[in-house]
């Protein structure tokens, strides 16, 4: 069985930080550009960051450039989300999940272009 699994969210002050992690398992996605979404309460799901399956680029939303930071270690199948400087309005459900298109190119941001959604990972931002 595939899987998708974040973690790592929490309750956190405003200015501070939090490391989400996705661990994937069923089969590795050393081939697929993967990606963070967030749901806020109301709100849609939107996309967050996005890496290439090689690693070696990203894209990040507006909202979140210079604060957001996404990687992955593929050797271990795992999906990282550092978040610095976090706001009230970072507060969401956070998903990760995979391209559905083996090595694309480019990097995609519409949800429809990702499968695997993981069960996603709390992240409240209050002081």
């Known amino acids: 069985q595939v899987q998708l699994v974040e973690s790592g969210g929490g309750l956190v002050q405003p200015g501070g930080s939090l490391r989400l992690s996705c661990a994937a398992s069923?089969?590795?996605?050393?081939?697929?550009?993967m990606g963070w979404f967030r749901q806020a309460p109301g709100e849609e799901r939107e996309f967050v960051a996005a890496?290439?399956?090689?690693?070696?680029?990203?894209y990040y939303a507006e909202s979140v450039k210079g604060r957001f930071t996404i990687s992955r270690d593929k050797a271990k199948n795992m999906l990282y989300l550092q978040m610095n400087s976090l706001k009230p309005e970072d507060t969401a459900i956070y998903y990760c999940a995979a391209d559905r298109v083996p090595v694309r190119i480019g990097i995609v941001t519409k949800l429809k272009e990702y499968e695997y959604w993981g069960q996603g990972t709390q992240v409240t931002v209050s002081s």
């Open positions: 890496v290439r399956w090689t690693g070696s680029d990203s």
């Open positions: 069923g089969r590795t996605f050393s081939t697929n550009n």
